[in-house]
């Protein structure tokens, strides 16, 4: 009898969500709600994720955008297409802030649902996803380099600012719980956290001068074609007009660069069965014919190559080939350089990260790969079927060609806070259910759930850039923002509303400090292996990749300290070890 009573006082324990559960489960077996929770919290996370996909579609569109300018050149001046958004300051406004919205959603809820006092789970969330981010994401991006390369940062002097204030922003966060208003959050205490924003964004943008060159949008340029057919030549192969045209985007395609945002989507596409962003790779071997010594014509030179048939549909804007042309003139061979260049360009030009319609989206969503069945294989029909509810129900969200993007990015906000208020529901519950402590549901579920889009977006960035920029910048001014606006703004709200109340805004959760203590620990085991690796021959003196054992064994401290950093949270959240540093 005893037991039967005790089973159903902890059942209602655990039944302290804002908006779950949904029904009366407090005669339901313990067992079986953790297992239905589990997987809720897991779907809810998948959903997280395509969301945040689509998120940042629009955040792409928005940065994006180019314009034309004039620049001298030695016949007076040329106009170069160039992007209107700064690289670093899309990097430390829109980006992070675009991946730090599910834990701010999470934070903000869990204040409101707690007389905006501290909950258990929001801000130390936040330092968990920190952790996580820095550590995991990182070691995962040293060794995803393939063997031989390296990944070195360009923007040196960016990094360390976003690296400096990744420590920073934790510090501050220390001293306000810790040492200057002990217990207690003041007004402007608040309100500095989210003010260190834009000096973070100032001093960014001020150390990218140097590097801020207007750099034109990589185009396929008439020299690209020229060195095409003349490689064209010494493989001894012809290609028809079309497909020396899609070569060209091909080629074009895989050395751009593209922003973390692009390869968010990029990813996360990749893992749901979305469509590609990426256009199709075609293989030369796969296209083109050979050509033996006796088809030679000597009075063709380098233009021999040219045996192309013009494939393309418009007579008005195509040069008048004919059928395997033996081009002798320089202003007819000239002219056909010129068109595939153009098409090349046109082709590359329509390559959208999102549909310019409602019924596109829809298209997208209801078959797997956007549409792609050929290429579709088990494991993508399998991921389109867990994943079609959530792409059915994002289809709803306009097109980001709706305002430049930003209705779709106000939308996209406003639907991450249904989805924190459910992570969070989903986590406090689960974390009850299995007698863990909020802390450790923090640290673990919540953080590594909504650190996914960015370890995506992290990982194929660094396997695919040129550079370790990318990756690195994502991560640390991820992790800046966390705490500035993540928790500034909540801070802020909570305090002016505790100011109206005529009290004050106490801290009654020593987790959060012991948790930040043990992050900028761990942020400087982690600098320092990325230091060291940049300046020694034996890690190949690069960030990312490297000398293949020196980057494992990179790697293996990195997820070595964030074991040691989950080990100390969970000694002190069951009172092992002391973490009350007032």
């Known amino acids: 009898m005893t037991t039967e009573i005790m089973n159903e006082t902890y059942f209602y324990k655990c039944d302290v969500g804002l ?21 809720g919290l897991l779907y809810t996370f998948l959903g997280l994720t395509i969301l945040a996909e689509e998120f940042a579609v629009a955040i792409e569109t928005i940065t994006s955008k180019t314009r034309t300018i004039k620049i001298p050149d030695e016949y007076g001046h040329k106009e170069i297409e160039v992007r209107v958004w700064n690289e670093t300051v899309a990097n430390l406004t829109l980006l992070p802030l675009g991946s730090n919205t599910p834990l701010l959603m999470i934070t903000l809820i869990e204040f409101l649902g707690h007389n905006f006092e501290f909950g258990d789970i929001g801000p130390v ?3 968990g996803s920190a952790a996580f981010n820095l550590l995991i994401t990182t070691a995962v991006c040293i060794v995803v380099v393939p063997n031989g390369e390296i990944r070195r940062v360009r923007k040196a002097a960016v990094v360390l600012v976003t690296s400096i204030f990744c420590m920073f922003a934790y510090f501050w966060l220390f001293l306000i719980l810790a040492t200057i208003s002990k217990g207690v959050i003041e007004i402007w205490e608040a309100i500095i956290t989210w003010m260190i924003f834009p000096i973070l964004v100032f001093l960014g943008w001020r150390a990218d001068i140097p590097y801020n060159k207007k750099e034109e949008i990589e185009r ?9 057919l003349k490689e064209a030549e010494r493989e001894e192969k012809i290609y028809t007009t079309e497909e020396t045209v899609m070569l060209l985007v091909s080629e074009n395609a895989a050395r751009r660069h593209h922003s973390i945002s692009w390869y968010k989507i990029y990813a996360i596409r990749r893992f749901t069965a979305g469509k590609n962003v990426k256009p199709r790779r075609m293989s030369k071997s796969k296209c083109g014919k050979h050509i033996s010594k006796s088809e030679e014509d000597p009075t063709l030179g380098t233009t021999r190559a040219i045996f192309a048939t013009t494939t393309f549909t418009e007579p008005h804007d195509d040069p008048q080939l004919p059928p395997n042309p033996r081009v002798v003139d320089d202003v007819e061979f000239n002219n056909y350089i010129f068109h595939c260049a153009h098409k090349a360009n046109q082709s590359l030009s329509k390559e959208s990260v999102g549909a310019s319609t409602w019924s596109e989206q829809f298209h997208e969503a209801v078959f797997v790969n956007g549409g792609d069945n ?6 993508d029909y399998l991921m389109h079927s867990l994943s079609f509810i959530w792409k059915l129900l994002f289809a709803f969200i306009p097109p980001a060609v709706y305002l430049g993007g930003w209705l779709r990015y106000v939308v996209c906000f406003f639907m991450i806070g249904c989805f924190a208020l459910l992570i969070g529901d989903f986590a406090t519950i689960l974390g009850c259910l299995l007698g ?13 759930g909504t650190s996914l889009p960015d370890w995506f977006a992290c990982v194929k960035s660094a396997k695919h850039e040129r550079h370790a920029d990318s990756a690195i910048e994502n991560i640390t001014a991820t992790n800046s923002v966390n ?33 930040t203590v043990l992050y900028l620990g761990a942020a400087i085991g982690c600098f320092t292996v990325l230091f060291i690796r940049r300046n020694t021959n034996c890690a190949g003196n690069t960030e990312l990749g490297g000398v293949v054992y020196s980057k494992y064994f990179s790697a293996l401290v990195l997820i070595l300290l964030w074991i040691l950093y989950l080990v100390m949270c969970i000694l002190q959240a069951y009172g092992i070890i002391s973490g009350n540093l007032l």
């Open 220 to 228: 396929v340029t008439e020299s690209d074609v020229r060195n095409f």
């Open 483 to 515: 705490i500035l606006v993540g928790l500034g703004i909540p801070l802020t709200i909570a305090s002016i509303y505790h100011i109206i109340k005529g009290d004050q805004l106490l801290f009654l959760v020593p987790q959060l400090q012991f948790s």
């Open 19 to 39: 908006a779950l559960p949904l029904f009366d489960e407090s005669t339901w077996f313990t067992g079986i709600r953790a297992i239905l929770y589990t997987i």
């Open 436 to 448: 863990l402590k909020g802390m450790i549901t923090a640290v673990t579920f919540v953080a590594v």
């Open 125 to 127: 969330a936040i330092v």
């Open 374 to 379: 050929e290429s579709a294989t088990k494991l």
